[in-house]
Each structure stands twice: as structure tokens, then as C-alpha cells.
T-cell receptor, first 111, second 115 residues
């Protein structure tokens, strides 16, 4: 599976957009980019995933660059409840349901 | 709510004992995987079950074993518990064996403390 690189921590003001970057320069053509988040002591929560095109759902938007070497997760109006560790994961062809979690980005939303 | 339920939520065991953790997958999901998350770390893949067969395993010793039942629920068994086995154990389920693009949902986990 391609390795991902994320900043270890970020701050965001409540009500503002949170933009979380992820680098995955070795991604292969048929590998998807997944985002999960984990609020303290809870199980990881699925946010969104995509292959090439930008994706949007009720939680967030995922912007994938044209060369697919990086992506950005956007939380349009961050709230205090969005404070969590956000994981960017590239899911490999033969990985089955194995997700390789890196260190993630600890997002702190501040009032 | 992901529909993935795990039990028990917390338990304490003594070193050398055995433990069984249980997971009910989301309705319709036939693939279950287990993860171990030590304090301050990201989840680590233990293994995956698809149609009652183990078909993927991470870097965990054989004393970590599992089962999947015809209703797709699953158990994780850990023998000869060690202090380092203290962790949050997560179950995740999805539909099919892992076609790219499907969604994997996690339960809230079982906290295991080994003393």
C-alpha cells in the first residue's frame, strides 16, 4: 500500500473550514484514498473516500489532485465536536479489508 | 451508529489467561476484520475473515486467533495474555471480500487491560 504523510497536528477556529492535507505520492492507479477520524476512546468513523474525482457527502469534501499524489479533506464549518485524529489511508489492490493507519493529524477545533 | 457491535466494552484479565472478544457485523456484511490499537497508536490490522475463512493476517503471533460464524458474527481469541496485549480491540465489517471502493465500518471497540 502507498504510504501517506500527514501533519501531526492542526488547529482550526470553530465555524471556519478545516483543510487537512495528505500526501500519497506513491499511490497506484487503482488505489482509493480513504479518510477516517477517531474521537478519543471511540472506534474510527468513516468520513469519505475517492479514487480520482472530488467527492462530497454530508460530512466533508475530498479534493484529490489531478496527479493523485495528494489530497485534502475539507470540513466546511468545523465545530468543537470535530476535534479528533484524522487518518488518511490509501487502500491497496490486494489489501482486502486491511487498512494501514499512520499517525494521522490531530485536529483541534477552538472556540 | 455503524451497526457494528462489540462485547464486552471493557474487561480486565491476568497475564497468562485467555480472552474472547465478540463482534456482530453490520447487517448484510460478510467480511469482518480485527484491529489492535495500543494507547497513543493507530489501529493495527490483526486479521480478516470472509465467508468463515481467514483470508488475510497482519504481523500478529498465532496466539491471536479468530472465528467467523454463518451469521457473519466473529470472535477474536487471544491466548497466553501478555501485558503488551493491553489495548483497544476494534472490529470492522464490510460487504464482500474487499473490492476496492467499498466502505469499512468500525465498532466502538473492546478495552482489554492485562494485569
Amino acid at each position: 500500500d502507498a504510504k501517506t504523510t500527514q501533519p501531526p497536528s492542526m488547529d482550526c477556529a470553530e465555524g471556519r473550514a478545516a483543510n487537512l492535507p495528505c500526501n500519497h505520492s506513491t499511490i497506484s492507479g487503482n488505489e482509493y484514498v480513504y479518510w477516517y477520524r477517531q474521537i478519543h476512546s471511540q472506534g474510527p468513523q468513516y468520513i469519505i473516500h475517492g479514487l480520482k474525482n472530488n467527492e462530497t457527502n454530508e460530512m466533508a469534501s475530498l479534493i484529490i489532485t489531478e496527479d493523485r499524489k495528494s489530497s485534502t479533506l475539507i470540513l466546511p464549518h468545523a465545530t468543537l465536536r470535530d476535534t479528533a485524529v484524522y487518518y488518511c489511508i490509501v487502500r491497496g489492490r490486494n489489501a482486502g479489508n486491511m487498512l494501514t493507519f499512520g499517525g494521522g493529524t490531530r485536529l483541534m477545533v477552538k472556540p | 451508529e455503524t451497526g457494528v457491535t462489540q462485547s464486552p466494552t471493557h474487561l480486565i484479565k491476568t497475564r497468562g489467561q485467555q480472552v474472547t472478544l465478540r463482534c456482530s457485523s453490520q447487517s448484510g456484511h460478510n467480511t469482518v476484520s480485527w484491529y489492535q490499537q495500543a494507547l497513543g497508536q493507530g489501529p493495527q490490522f490483526i486479521f480478516q475473515y470472509y465467508r468463515e475463512e481467514e483470508n488475510g493476517r497482519g504481523n500478529f503471533p498465532p496466539r491471536f486467533s479468530g472465528l467467523q460464524f454463518p451469521n457473519y458474527s466473529s470472535e477474536l481469541n487471544v491466548n497466553a495474555l501478555e501485558l503488551d496485549d493491553s489495548a483497544l480491540y476494534l472490529c470492522a465489517s464490510s460487504l464482500d471480500g474487499g473490492p476496492l471502493g467499498n466502505t469499512i465500518y468500525f465498532g466502538e471497540g473492546s478495552w482489554l487491560t492485562v494485569v
